[in-house]
């Protein structure tokens, strides 16, 4: 699970929540393996195929499609004014990949 939280930049129990609801839809299986039984692997099962074919793929969604309607102008003074946000929350770039309820 921790992997899988930092691979999906999660807190590791959301990602538990997430597999744990997965696995009561039948969407995907759950078996323990390693010696230690802690290790799980996780497997799609062809219910979770066909859910999988209707999803948007990674980079699709409301707020990429919007960002790309935007013109260059509007682009270029959000990215300075989200730069003016980050300088004012003190944000550190080491934390970057970190899930906020982390921090």
């Known amino acids: 699970m921790n992997d899988l939280a930092r691979a ?26 390693g010696s230690d039984r802690r290790t799980v692997a996780l497997r799609i099962s062809p219910a979770g195929r ?13 707020l990429p499609d919007a960002l790309a309607s935007l013109d260059a102008t509007t682009l270029s003074r959000l990215d300075k004014d989200l730069g003016k946000l980050i300088a004012v929350l003190e944000a550190d770039e080491r934390a970057a990949n970190v899930p906020l309820g982390q921090l």
């Open 8 to 33: 999906m930049d999660v807190h590791q129990s959301t990602a538990s929540n997430l597999v744990k609801t997965l696995a009561e839809r039948e969407l995907i299986s759950v078996t323990k393996a």
């Open 50 to 62: 066909k859910v999988l074919r209707t999803a948007p793929g990674p980079f699709t969604g409301v």
